[in-house]
């Protein structure tokens, strides 16, 4: 059974191309329907392939338009391959979403805190370097490569839009987890630098900021096997005023906002948090 999605509003996107990276998860793949769904034709980039035909097969199946593609935000060659397929087969990127990136244990540690005590636990000190620069090419560089291949034929295209994905960590460091906070951070700042940098050429550079939403990246620390929520679910849902995970389809809204020039033709450089409150809440 196909689900059809229901779209908060609709904008014209008749004649423009979406590329989405990373579009096989669960918060790129929601991005991907909308954007199909308001008219665009959709790049559907990721690293597994049979992730991005999944998605691309939802989108045909409901009237869309999509084509799948693998490539590597991390291998130029990669992005290079699949835009020259792109432009052939759907035509010239209007719309780029970098939702490529994620966390890896390498660079997080097992402990909140430092304690001289803690046995066989994975502290600050025992952090891979590798493992932490491998997040931090993931979410940076992914980012930055792939907006070198795509936006160069993107100037002067009129409604020309960059969304890069940051995330609450970019705001206040979460514990455990210092590589992806140090990483998000950065994808903001270079979010700013964009918008600054394309001003007058035509394109928007803007940043969604998600709160706590459940994905397959991280539903193994928020679950325990048996379904239960995990001390570290209870703790966020403590700090997160709305009591509770954010939905995909929760994002879509602020999504077609920000990459419609009729909507948010004058915003530029902005990252947007969509996180129940949590940026908000100090704790007491």
């Known amino acids: 059974m196909v689900i059809i999605m229901e779209l908060p509003f609709k904008i014209d996107l008749n004649n423009k191309v979406a590329v989405i990276t990373g579009a096989g998860g669960v918060l790129c793949s929601e991005f991907a329907l909308a954007i199909a769904k308001c008219g665009a034709s959709v790049a559907v980039l990721d690293l597994n392939y049979d992730s991005a035909k999944a998605v691309a097969d939802r989108i045909v199946s409901d009237g869309g338009k999509a084509l799948p593609y693998k490539a590597n935000v991390l291998e130029r060659k990669s992005l290079e391959e699949a835009r020259e397929k792109i432009e052939k087969e759907l035509g010239i990127c209007d719309i780029l979403i970098n939702g490529a990136g994620g966390n890896n244990p390498r660079g997080s540690t097992d402990d909140e805190e430092f304690s001289k005590d803690a046995e066989n636990a994975r502290t600050f000190f025992d952090i891979d370097p590798e493992g932490f620069r491998f997040v931090f090419d993931l979410n940076l560089m992914g980012t930055l490569l792939t907006t070198q291949v795509f936006a160069l034929n993107m100037v002067g295209r009129l409604g020309a839009t960059i969304v890069n994905i940051s995330s609450m960590n970019a705001f206040r460091p979460l514990t455990k987890i210092p590589a992806y906070s140090g990483a998000k951070a950065a994808v903001s700042n270079f979010t700013q630098w964009l918008a600054v940098y394309f001003a007058k050429s035509g394109i928007r550079v803007n940043a969604l900021a998600p709160g706590f939403f459940v994905t397959?990246?991280?539903?193994?620390?928020?679950?325990?096997?048996?379904?239960?929520?995990?001390?570290?679910?209870?703790?966020?849902?403590?700090?997160?005023?709305?009591?509770?995970?954010?939905?995909?389809?929760?994002?879509?809204?602020?999504?077609?906002?920000?990459?419609?020039?009729a909507a948010s033709g004058f915003v530029t450089g902005i990252v947007v948090p969509v996180d129940g409150g949590f940026s908000a809440y100090s704790g007491v």
């Open 216 to 261: 397959k990246q991280n539903k193994d620390l928020l679950f325990s096997t048996d379904g239960s929520p995990t001390a570290r679910t209870d703790k966020i849902l403590r700090n997160t005023p709305m009591g509770r995970f954010g939905e995909a389809n929760e994002l879509i809204g602020t999504l077609l906002w920000i990459i419609s020039p």
